[in-house]
């Protein structure tokens, strides 16, 4: 009889119920050969005893082992370790225990989709432009998910709700981008998403899932490829100038094939922070109306503006229901607050709906219901307007000390809007030898590679200045020239 | 010169800035072809005067014109609607102002994943077996919010975070996942999800993207079939009886096939309750191993059983990492709070964080980490055991009412575990029929059509027992019993 209480250790300070305990323990011994078929095991009240545990405990981890098929009872004969054991061979895969790290089974890995995890901000980051969460407005967030939380409130968006978002967002929205954009549609063109990326998800999936050419800048934000290239797009390119994409060249491709979609970021174009002239936005929705394709139209950043009041988005000019709006309130709020929306016919907010629910079921309506509230409220159009403020003047900060401190090394405009300036490093220099070295000095540049996907060779870089303070601008401007100065030394 | 006084309408009370509505109105009026090319507007100060408003505005609104190419200003004559406006079809697709509710453009439809929206539950509601949303822990998650939320709290989880979930979350599951299952994995085996649903997504975009075959059972939760076929899998089906999906048929369809995936809710089979029998599960584990196919593994309702402790899940008991497995915080939470887990082999896990990074960016930092801290502190737990304790008595009470009441009229088995009995209904019945008169007495049945799809003529449905208390109870069975009694009377 072997003695079980020397292979078995139990940790009755562990939160694992002790039956689970020997359970598992008394399979790892089977599985690991130590416990062979047909060996015979200790009576419960033996083991009981061995263990000093209750006998019912013992007798709970066989019946599972039972049920299991790890071991047999046999009348009047007593408890054996099966005969009948699947093939297991012994540890498998385990690694220290645990199962396989490597599938034994196919799959598609998508190695196009695959980049490096962004490393959670420590310390001094120079991010592409993303808002200053230190001033998130917490406070009325908190306020607002307080009270449609609590118990006093009905509970009934705690359940299943509409996979096309909230109402009560849908309908605050509906007001919120007439007042904001002059943008006029109706609830059922609504759709509330997590963030614009699921809108350009969605989207890319409807419009090219079986193929069909899309068209962007040469220079273009990265992510919009990826999700267009992984539907199943031909991502075609044309120049980007000043006045934004050269549409002329669009209008060249549209006689050449089939476009099925033009993917424009038209407040500021990303990465060049350039607005798209009156002009040319005109052209492009006669373009869409002439050639039949689809505008994406992702309007990250239209709150953000300095100068003047900004061009109304394409959408709200199109009257050809050609132009699919995406929007985000990540950057008003703060990027952890999944919320976004798109607006487009019908027809297509339905097809996006109904794909939307086979991928995640629904939005968070708490957390839509909260948005919704700080709408209707003022307190969205009160935060934005106080960081509008605030990037103003730490946009005109930033700028300043970049040229007085870098001008001799980099060219770049001051941004009409937006939350990054685009500098163009001298040729002679690399990006990626000032990254590393700025990481020396303790400032992450995290993206500093996604920008020329093309190889143009315009050596350019978005330079985020709404999440530095004043302070924080200084020291990342001197890291920056520490790194420059040391790089031309090396020449 | 046109008065334009009387075209256009200023709402002051309105949040629309006058500048905006002036725009907006003009706009309005050129494009339905009332304002012409090559008219000549007012003068500012005369149409200020007009219109009883400051200068200033209506010049703001003629500069935003002029950017948007609408009118022309032109030296020492005026200002002039354009005569380079694009071909604007007067009114276009607008639909009471608004723009098309149909695109224009061709895109696809995906008519295969189009279902009715669930109409969201007020009044009495037969579910399919979902929580009782009026027990939701909402003071705990509250809590857990406010403090993490609050601005003494650093905020840097309000950026932009890891597309493979929180991590604080990622190792509280860990933990959780051995204690509760036996199921040891390390946090990058572990990917947080909107709810399993997005499990089930990416696992089958990964697995299906190029087809495959996948087996299900020949009655199974019709959401997995749609998220299977919609990846590209070529769905095959297998009976299940009341030990569960019939390992011995798949066995054959792997002899015959090459088989990507299998399908299973072993703990209780969707929708007919049944669990899994320990031998069938050593059976299909096996046969992972012997034709290398995965499985995945849907958990959907692990925690609720009221029989005995449940089997550990199969990716507890199977060494060769063949599972995927698949579980959900929301049916212990609530259904709006989307939080879920998939557990897979390293390498599976990568390939799916970098998938869902193209979906929706990043998952509701502050939502996981709420859900952490209610795990670490015991809160998920104890609410676990309440709602257990709760749903085993709602459970008793509508089994003895169910066969005391409609007996005679449909056939079911007590369930070991969940939130729903599986009734098979008299064939000379009809579920449809039953639905329309209930909602003539004010109980809906949103689900009745889901079970069927095979056309097994079972003539079965979920009846949804947690969400309804006592009385409720009494009143559902009430009305399906008078509409049985309506349908037979028809006869």
Redesign the interface.
Known sequence: MIALKNLIEIDRS????I??QI??AL?HLI?NGILESGLKLPGSRSLAIDLNIHRKTVV?AY??LI???WIVALQSKGTFVSNEL????P????EG??????????????ES???S??S???GLTLDEG?PD??I?P??E??RH??SI???SYN??????????GDLSLREALV?HL??TR?L???V??ILI???S??AM?LSS???H??GGVSIVGDTNYI?AN??LE?AGAEVMTVAVDEKGLVTKEVEILCEQHKI??VYVTSHHHHPTTVTMS??R???L??L??KY???ILEDDYDYDFHYQR?P??PL?S???????IYMGALCKIV?????VGYMV?????I??A???R???????????ERVIAQMILHGDLQRHSRKALRLYHTRRDHFCTLLSAELGDYLNFEVPEGGMAVWALLNKSLSWTEIARSAEEQGLEIPNYLNYDREKLGHNGMRLGFASLNLDEQKRVIGILKTSILEQMASF
């Open positions: 562990a939160d694992t119920p039956y689970l359970n598992n399979i599985k709970a019946d599972e049920s299991q098929g699947p093939e297991v061979n540890g498998g895969n385990l225990g645990r199962f396989s790290r490597n599938a034994p089974f196919e799959f598609n890995a998508i989709l695959h980049r995890e962004p959670l901000p420590n993303t969460i230190r998130a917490v406070t967030i908190f998910y307080r939380i609590s118990r509970t009934k968006h705690l359940g299943y709700g509409s996979f096309y007001n007439q007042e002059g006029r549609c109706s059922d063109q998403t997590r963030g990326q699921m998800y999936q409807l419009l899932r079986n992510a990826l999700t992984h099925t979609s009156a002009e936005r005109m052209h929705v006669e869409s109306r039949g394709f689809a009041a061009l109304l959408i000019i199109a009257s050809n229901g050609n132009v703060a990027p952890a607050i999944r487009a016919p019908k027809d297509f339905e097809s709906g109904h794909l629910r086979v991928i995640d079921r629904q939005g968070d309506a708490v957390m």
